[in-house]
């Protein structure tokens, strides 16, 4: 019989379960090559930890490996409905809070501790809160994220012709004004689900993205509906994620608003040093700023500074037995 140990968290009302035990030790070099053994040759523990009757249509969850880079505390596999995400900014938010709580991180320091986590899509610096006892608030360094296309033009069924730009922030991005849905951001998700997710689909269908660096981020993993509002200001901006296989971030979406900052830095809305606060569907707030100009390849990219609170919401024990075929996992969208 199978058993999982998993600590439960979650960012903005975003999951995050964090598995401990239960993964056998996954082959591979890089974590990249770690996702594709999965892919390939061990998915079942994903949908059985992620789906139903374990989880939901939209859990998200981490695999915790060593690193592979020398400057990395920990190496970190994001999980989701459908599959790996390239990178996760509201679970960097939660494990570098757990990091420094379970002491992993062997340099505690105060008022704030250092937490490298090795992502897929390469190395984030995180900044938690920390008074000696208690951890508090988590911010991180992007890794290079740019404007990759502007204005481009995606026949979505149903919705007609879509105006997206495309922002990579860990992983590619469409950015789409709620407007052009003939929506308001404020909607049900269901109806955000049922527009973002068509169009994400369409996208993907029409539309090649290339990383300059790794091929194996070359695809599009979200779309977020915004509220238009990309010139800089210091009011809100609302916008919310739909991405892997229609999952609907309950979070501000760590990746989503490195990507709006890109693109907004792209598109010379937004000068370095000024900061931004985002909102998503539950209400939660992440605040982000770009700090640095770098190069990403040809492009002219930047590092984004992202910030945000995590919880712990529990601990679980899951199990399987050898004849339940239904408990290995399903779903129900
Ligand atoms: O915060 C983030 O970056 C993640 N949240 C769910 C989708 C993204 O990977």
Redo the contacts with the bound molecule.
Sequence with gaps: MATYITTEMH?GG?PFRIIEKGYPEIPGDTILDKINYLKREYDHPRKLIMWEPRGHFDM?GAILVPPDHPEADIGVI?INNEGY?P?????VISLGRYMVDKGIVKNLTIPETVVRIQCPCGLVEARVQYDGKKSGAVSFLSVPAFLYAKDVSVDVPEYGKIVVDISFG??FFALVPASQFNMEIKSSASKIRAAVGTTLEQLRKDCKVEHPDYSDLSYM??AIITDGKDEYSEKVTANC?V?ADR?L?R?P????VTSRIAQQFGRGLIKLGQTRTFESITGATFKAKPVKSVKCGDYDAVIVEVSGNGYYTGTSTFSLEEDDIIGRGFLLS
């Excluded at 990178?87 to 679970?91: D, I, K, L, R, V």
């Excluded at 979406?253 to 989503?256: E, I, K, M, Y």
């Design positions: 960012t975003e998200f994001f995400s990178m996760c900014g509201h679970g860990g992983g993993y979200a994620c991405f999952m971030d979070s979406c760590g990746s989503g």
